[in-house]
């Protein structure tokens, strides 16, 4: 049995009592996840400001791009 059913299985079994508790619970392991999510693009944009290359402003085309990369489009 996976973890998930393992988990669905025992919240199958809990009363209608504890279900909001469980509720702001799960809620709360999600907002980890987008806390984590937000601070890893966060550092992103600040090493891409931090860079000091002059050419980090250059852009391309997707064509171009694509044909760089050997893709068809």
């Keep these: 049995m996976s973890e998930k059913e393992q988990v669905l299985q025992i919240i199958e079994q ?3 009592y ?3 508790r469980l509720l702001v619970f799960l809620q709360g392991m999600k907002m980890d996840d987008d806390i984590e999510d937000d601070l890893y693009c966060e550092r992103l944009v600040e ?3 931090d ?3 002059p050419e980090k ?3 391309i085309s997707l064509e171009k791009f694509a044909e760089q990369e050997g893709i068809i489009l």
């Design 57 to 59: 402003h250059e852009t």
């Design 14 to 16: 809990l009363p209608d």
């Design 18 to 20: 504890k279900m909001g």
């Design 47 to 49: 090493r891409y400001l």
């Design 51 to 53: 860079n000091e290359d």
